[in-house]
C-alpha cells in the first residue's frame, strides 16, 4: 500500500475502539481554536483530514510549513501508516542535541510556534489476536496551560544548571497511557516523550555525568478524541485540525475567534475509534 493510496482512501478506515467518548458538540462548540489541549486520532485518518502539510510520495512523507503553519512532527524519522512503515522528511527529532544560547532560543521558539504531534501504538486488551494501530497525540502548544508547562519545565532546567550541561525530557506517558486504559485499550508509551540536551564547551562535567542535571517535566492535560468515521463529522473535525494548524499569532488577537457553528456529531456517533 503506497502512503499515497492511504491518505486519499478516506473510506478504507474501521473501528478500533467503541468505549471512549470522542469530542462531542459540547466540547468543540464552546471552545476557541486555542482551547484544545490535547488531542488523538488514529494516524491514517489525521494524514486524511491534513494533506496540506504532509506530501507522500512512495513510501516516505514530507512534512510541509505552509507560511508558518502546520505541525512540528516529532519522530525518529519513520511512522506506521496502518501495517505499512513510512520514512518521515523536515521532522523534530525526538532527542536534540543544543550547542548553543541561539539554538537553544530557535529550539524553544519553534517547539511553541506549532502543534507538535507524536505517533504511538495502542491494543485492545484481553484479545487472542491482538492488531497494533498507530495514533497521532497533537499537544496544542499553544494552549495557555500546555504552553505554561513547556516553559516552566525549560526555565527551571536552564535556571538550575547555569554554564553546565543539562538535559530535559518532556513525557506524556502518563496522560495518554490513562486516557486510552479508560476504553480497554493499552500503549507502551513509546514515541510519547521528547527531549533535548544542553551542551556547553566544558569537556568534563561530572555533574551531567552523575545525572545531576537530566531532569524530566510531565505534560498534561485534557484529552479531545478526534476520531470518526462519519462524513459529516470527519468535515467538522477537519475544520477544526485546519484552525489549530493555522500560522501562530498570539492570544487576544482578532485570529483567536471562536470555532463557531463547528461541532462534531451525537452522542451516539461519539464511540468510534477509527
Known amino acids: 500500500m503506497s502512503v499515497s493510496r492511504a491518505i486519499s482512501g478516506d473510506r478504507q478506515t474501521s473501528h478500533i475502539i467503541t468505549s471512549i467518548s470522542s469530542a462531542s458538540s459540547a466540547d468543540l462548540g464552546t471552545l476557541t481554536t486555542c482551547n484544545c489541549e490535547l488531542a488523538v486520532l488514529p494516524v491514517l485518518q489525521f494524514l486524511q483530514q491534513q494533506k496540506e502539510y504532509f506530501s507522500p510520495e512512495g513510501y516516505s512523507i514530507t512534512v510541509n510549513h505552509h ?13 506506521w501508516v496502518q501495517t505499512q512503515r513510512f520514512t518521515v522528511s523536515s521532522f523534530l527529532k525526538r532527542k536534540t542535541v543544543l550547542k548553543s544560547h541561539e539554538e537553544y532560543r530557535d529550539y524553544r521558539e519553534n517547539l511553541l510556534s506549532k502543534p507538535l504531534v507524536l505517533f504511538t501504538s495502542v491494543i485492545k486488551n484481553n484479545t487472542e489476536s491482538p492488531v497494533e494501530k498507530t495514533f497521532a497525540v497533537v ?6 496551560k500546555i504552553r505554561r508547562q513547556i516553559e516552566q519545565g525549560m526555565d527551571q532546567a536552564i535556571s538550575s544548571a547555569t554554564g553546565e550541561n543539562y538535559s530535559l525530557k518532556f513525557e506524556l506517558q502518563n496522560v495518554v497511557k490513562t486516557f486510552f ?46 476520531s470518526c468515521n462519519v ?34 456529531g451525537s452522542k451516539e456517533e461519539d464511540d468510534v475509534f477509527s
Do not use: W
Open 181 to 226: 486504559f479508560q476504553g480497554g485499550y493499552s500503549t507502551d508509551g513509546e514515541g510519547l516523550d521528547f527531549s533535548y540536551e544542553f551542551k556547553t564547551d566544558s569537556l568534563f562535567d561530572v555533574f551531567y555525568m552523575l545525572g545531576c542535571n537530566k531532569r524530566k517535566a510531565e505534560i498534561n492535560g485534557k484529552i479531545l478524541n478526534l
Open 67 to 79: 507560511h508558518g503553519g502546520g505541525y512540528n512532527v516529532c519522530c525518529e524519522g519513520e511512522i
Open 139 to 144: 499537544v496544542n502548544t499553544r494552549h495557555p
Open 231 to 264: 462524513e459529516e463529522k470527519k468535515n467538522k473535525v477537519k475544520m477544526f485540525l485546519d484552525k489549530m494548524s493555522e500560522p501562530f499569532i498570539r492570544i487576544g488577537s482578532s485570529a483567536d475567534r471562536r470555532f463557531s457553528n463547528i461541532s462534531v
